[in-house]
C-alpha cells in the first residue's frame, strides 16, 4: 500500500522571529540526521507515492542526502516530490541537482516581495533573491512551483499586499500557499508587543485574505482549500492526503504520521532521533480518521 511520506529536515541557518516549528543550527549533524532518516525508511519499508521535505530548512541538505533518502523508499512511478526551499538558500546548480536526484516539486517560502515586509519577518533574503530563486528552479526544469505568501504581516497594507500579489504572478509558478500570521507563544514576534502593534488588526487581516484569494482567482490560481491556491492540475497531491484523511509516515524529529489507523508523533529532539535505532514514537490517537475528523478535515476543501 503507497502511502504519502513526510520528511521533517529540522535544519536551519537562524530562527525566524514568527516560526514555532521545531528547528536547530547545528548543519554539522547532516551527515547522521541523513543515516538515521535512512534508516528508519527502509525499518518501516515505506512505499510511497508523494514525498514531502518540510523543515526548518530541506535545501540546507546537498543533493546527495536528498538522494540517499530517496533511494531508501518505493516511490511509484509518478509521485509528486516536494522539497521546501528558502531563496537565499539556493543557485541554478544546486536546483539543478535536486532535480537530478528526483525532487519534482519545489515550494519556495516567499512570504513577500515587498523587503520592508521581509526585513520584519527576519528573512534572509529579499524580493530580489526570491524572484531569482524561481527562475532559476525554472531554469533548472521544475514546471511544478510553488510560492508560500504571508499576509497580515508587520508593515503590509492591501496596496503592498496587491503589489506581492501583481509581481508573483507573472513568475513561472503554479501553485500559492496563502497563510495568514499567526503569534505563537514562545516565539520572538510572541514577546514583542513593538511587532504586535505594527500587525493589522482582525478585520483588516480579514480584507487582506479576501483580496488575495480575488485577485489569484483572477490570474489562475483556483482555490482548492482555506490556503492554497492552483492552476489546475497543480494542487499539492501530498497535503491534499492531510486533508482527506489518507495515511502518510512521518520521519524526523517532531515529524506526525498517520498509520494502520494510529496517529503519532516523535519527539523534537534532533539527539534523541539519531541516537536511536528506530525513532521514537507517541501514540497521540488510536482510532484516527473518524467521522467527525474526515468532516473537519474535508470542510477546508472547497471540493
Given at each position: 500500500?503507497?502511502?504519502?511520506?513526510?520528511?521533517?529536515?529540522?535544519?536551519?541557518?537562524?530562527?525566524?522571529?514568527?516560526?514555532?516549528?521545531?528547528?536547530?543550527?547545528?548543519?554539522?549533524?547532516?551527515?547522521?540526521?541523513?543515516?538515521?532518516?535512512?534508516?528508519?525508511?527502509?525499518?518501516?519499508?515505506?512505499?510511497?507515492?508523494?514525498?514531502?521535505?518540510?523543515?526548518?530548512?530541506?535545501?540546507?541538505?546537498?543533493?546527495?542526502?536528498?538522494?540517499?533518502?530517496?533511494?531508501?523508499?518505493?516511490?511509484?512511478?509518478?509521485?509528486?516530490?516536494?522539497?521546501?526551499?528558502?531563496?537565499?538558500?539556493?543557485?541554478?546548480?544546486?536546483?539543478?541537482?535536486?532535480?537530478?536526484?528526483?525532487?519534482?516539486?519545489?515550494?519556495?517560502?516567499?512570504?513577500?516581495?515587498?523587503?520592508?515586509?521581509?526585513?520584519?519577518?527576519?528573512?534572509?533574503?529579499?524580493?530580489?533573491?526570491?524572484?531569482?530563486?524561481?527562475?532559476?528552479?525554472?531554469?533548472?526544469?521544475?514546471?511544478?512551483?510553488?510560492?508560500?505568501?504571508?499576509?497580515?504581516?508587520?508593515?503590509?497594507?492591501?496596496?503592498?499586499?496587491?503589489?506581492?500579489?501583481?509581481?508573483?504572478?507573472?513568475?513561472?509558478?503554479?501553485?500559492?500557499?496563502?497563510?495568514?500570521?499567526?503569534?505563537?507563544?514562545?516565539?520572538?514576534?510572541?514577546?514583542?508587543?513593538?511587532?504586535?502593534?505594527?500587525?493589522?488588526?482582525?478585520?483588516?487581516t480579514a480584507d487582506m485574505y479576501l483580496e488575495a484569494v480575488q485577485m489569484l482567482e483572477e490570474n489562475g490560481f483556483a482555490q482548492y482549500e482555506i490556503s492554497n491556491f492552483a492552476h489546475k492540475g497543480c494542487e499539492s497531491r501530498h497535503n491534499l492526503k492531510y486533508w482527506r484523511c489518507?495515511?502518510?509516515?512521518?520521519?524526523?524529529?517532531?515529524?506526525?504520521?498517520?498509520?494502520?489507523?494510529?496517529?503519532?508523533?516523535?519527539?523534537?529532539?534532533?539527539?534523541?532521533?539519531?541516537?536511536?535505532?528506530?525513532?521514537?514514537?507517541?501514540?497521540?490517537?488510536?482510532?484516527?480518521?473518524?467521522?467527525?475528523?474526515?468532516?473537519?478535515?474535508?470542510?477546508?476543501?472547497?471540493?
Amino acid at each position: 500500500m503507497y502511502r504519502g511520506l513526510y520528511i521533517h529536515v529540522p535544519f536551519c541557518k537562524r530562527k525566524c522571529p514568527y516560526c514555532d516549528f521545531y528547528s536547530v543550527t547545528k548543519t554539522e549533524l547532516a551527515d547522521d540526521y541523513t543515516a538515521a532518516v535512512v534508516r528508519n525508511i527502509k525499518a518501516q519499508n515505506v512505499k510511497a507515492d508523494t514525498v514531502y521535505f518540510g523543515g526548518g530548512t530541506p535545501s540546507l541538505l546537498s543533493a546527495k542526502q536528498i538522494y540517499s533518502m530517496l533511494s531508501a523508499a518505493e516511490i511509484a512511478y509518478g509521485s509528486e516530490i516536494t522539497m521546501e526551499c528558502n531563496p537565499n538558500s539556493v543557485d541554478e546548480k544546486y536546483l539543478a541537482d535536486i532535480f537530478s536526484a528526483g525532487v519534482n516539486r519545489i515550494s519556495f517560502g516567499v512570504q513577500s516581495l515587498s523587503d520592508k515586509e521581509l526585513s520584519a519577518l527576519g528573512r534572509l533574503h529579499n524580493a530580489e533573491t526570491a524572484v531569482n530563486a524561481i527562475n532559476s528552479a525554472y531554469k533548472a526544469g521544475f514546471r511544478n512551483i510553488s510560492a508560500d505568501l504571508m499576509l497580515a504581516t508587520a508593515y503590509q497594507t492591501k496596496e503592498t499586499l496587491a503589489e506581492t500579489i501583481e509581481k508573483l504572478v507573472k513568475l513561472p509558478i503554479c501553485h500559492v500557499s496563502a497563510y495568514m500570521l499567526k503569534i505563537e507563544e514562545g516565539t520572538a514576534y510572541g514577546k514583542s508587543e513593538t511587532i504586535q502593534s505594527l500587525i493589522p488588526n482582525e478585520d483588516e487581516t480579514a480584507d487582506m485574505y479576501l483580496e488575495a484569494v480575488q485577485m489569484l482567482e483572477e490570474n489562475g490560481f483556483a482555490q482548492y482549500e482555506i490556503s492554497n491556491f492552483a492552476h489546475k492540475g497543480c494542487e499539492s497531491r501530498h497535503n491534499l492526503k492531510y486533508w482527506r484523511c489518507e495515511e502518510y509516515y512521518g520521519i524526523g524529529p517532531s515529524a506526525h504520521s498517520y498509520v494502520d489507523g494510529v496517529r503519532k508523533a516523535c519527539p523534537p529532539s534532533i539527539e534523541r532521533f539519531i541516537n536511536s535505532e528506530l525513532q521514537e514514537e507517541i501514540v497521540t490517537e488510536e482510532n484516527g480518521g473518524a467521522d467527525d475528523e474526515k468532516i473537519m478535515l474535508a470542510l477546508r476543501l472547497t471540493q
